[in-house]
């Protein structure tokens, strides 16, 4: 094994706060890392710290060979890619980057970097916009590649496929699991246990500690009252000829001391952290948004066209009432198209009339900068603030941020906040289009438990594996022109 990059105090700090505090790095050859953690937990710049785009004072970085890096799609300068099998492969087929959606510049960014001979790739979220075929010829190729592996990625499915190693960024420390990112939330799950069972034996020492002590406090000062008691009638008894005498107080001494003691234990006991707890959202409908139509929207011989390219001929669905169904195919397919026409009602959609529609798109949201969070998610909602906080920190927000506005939050957040409200707001069938791009793989991965535990119907488009696995009771794919009921 060889090393090919060294970084010795990697220090970065954001508004006061240590994004990455990191006395020693090394990547190896053989490495093959899925770097994880929440939005804003520092992982981009890691991996421009390791490239040298950014230097932090103080840090020494050493590199020992050629690197390639896919950076996340905003942040690229596409250049002229020289592998045009690789290029064929991954769907691009000219090199107008003007007139490119964003699905074919990732395509043609991870095909610069896999035609480069180098030692090691360093990715940031390059599977987003990427279809499920292209997804699946990455994860091939990157499984060929000889040289080491850094990647940044919400999507678990990939990550379980090319990645054996997990690095945890998390108050600007690294942890390292070892196995892929299935393996990593075992052992987390494994930790969390461990935790909770210490926890609980913290508490039960302190908890006995305390009632002795008390118990012996309690004791000392029964003594002490009787004590009293009989020196007052010793003194009446004996005209005051015992007033001198020295009481007996030895037992209660004892006793204090005893209980003295036992708060030291409690002092010296280790404090215990309680592990974090999965927090449980109960989704409610109300009478009125109630749907009684086993079928609230169903489709008939539907036609998508765009220019004189057929996408979608004379394709007929029904959604079943409260399932989540997902709508999966190919980057151009005609899935946004067919949400679109449902959200519009057109005449080729039946749509059942109580039907009260959210709908999330991929970008174009308007809001209220200046407002504040809460403010925000009152908005047609009919949950209380405690139930609207309890989703927010269940997709990641802390405590204090409910105060903020929006004009502060990161685009990430942005995401989540707009989900939490459609989930929580006065609709009876929601309209997701890929709801999980840009969450952090926690948020991602509490959306699921949300939208499993939402009362109404869900139809939402996802290239997400684990997504469509752990949530969709209903599969439709859009493919040569046919939608296909998958499941």
């Keep these: 094994m060889e090393l090919i990059i060294k970084a010795k105090d990697v220090r970065v700090e954001y508004k006061g706060r240590d994004v990455l505090d990191l006395d020693e790095l090394e990547l190896y050859d053989y490495d093959r890392i899925g770097l994880v953690g929440a939005n804003g937990a520092g992982k981009s710049t890691l991996l421009k710290v390791l490239l040298g785009e950014v230097t932090p004072a103080g840090c020494k970085i050493n590199r020992f060979g050629e690197f390639a890096y896919i950076p996340q799609l905003d942040e690229v300068t596409l250049q002229e890619v020289k592998d045009y099998a690789i290029m064929g492969k991954l769907g691009v087929d000219q090199l107008e980057i003007k007139t490119m959606s964003g699905g074919e510049e990732t395509r043609l960014k991870i095909a610069q970097a896999l035609s480069e001979q180098v030692h090691g790739i360093l990715a940031d979220e390059p599977t987003c916009h990427l279809d499920r075929e292209g997804i699946d010829f990455l994860i091939g190729q990157l499984k060929y590649f000889a040289g080491a592996l850094l990647v940044i990625s919400h999507d678990r499915y990939f990550l379980d496929e090319v990645v054996d190693k997990i690095w945890e960024l998390k108050n600007g420390k690294i942890t390292e699991y070892w196995g892929n990112y299935s393996e990593y939330l075992r052992q987390k799950e494994d930790e969390r246990r461990s935790q909770a069972a210490k926890y609980e034996q913290f508490v039960a020492e302190r908890d006995r500690l305390e009632q002795a002590v008390e118990e012996k406090r309690r004791k000392a000062r029964k003594i002490d009252k009787k004590a009293k008691g009989a ?87 029904q959604i079943p009432l409260g399932s989540k169904v997902a709508l999966t195919g190919g980057n151009g397919v005609g899935k946004t198209t067919l949400i679109q026409k449902i959200l519009n009602r057109e005449d080729s959609i039946l749509i059942s009339p109580k039907a009260e529609i959210g709908y999330f798109a991929q970008n174009g ?6 407002q504040e969070i809460m403010e925000f998610m009152q908005e047609n909602c009919d949950y209380n603030v405690s139930e609207i906080r309890s989703v927010l920190v269940s997709m990641g927000f802390e405590q204090n941020d409910i105060c903020k506005k929006l004009s502060v939050l990161s685009g990430g957040e942005i995401v989540k906040l707009l989900l939490a409200k459609m989930l929580m707001g006065r609709y009876n069938i929601l309209l997701l289009d890929e709801p999980s791009n840009f969450l952090d793989l926690p948020s991602l991965e509490a959306l699921e438990m949300l939208m499993k535990g939402y009362a109404g119907t869900i139809l939402f488009i996802t290239h997400d594996k684990r997504l469509i696995d752990n949530v969709a009771d209903v599969i439709y794919e859009i493919k040569d022109r046919r939608l296909n009921l998958i499941r």
């Design 231 to 317: 020196t007052k009638r010793n003194k009446s008894e004996s005209g005051g000829r015992l007033a001198h005498q020295k009481t007996t107080g030895s037992k209660q001494k004892k006793l204090y001391n005893a209980a003295k003691s036992m708060e030291h234990r409690i002092e010296s006991l280790a404090g215990v952290e309680a592990p974090e707890r999965t927090r449980m959202i109960r989704f409610r409908q109300s009478k009125a948004l109630e749907l009684h139509n086993p079928y609230p929207i169903i489709g008939m011989e539907i036609n998508i066209r765009f220019g004189d390219k057929v996408l979608l001929e004379k394709a007929s669905f």
């Design 365 to 370: 949201y308007k809001y209220n900068c200046n």
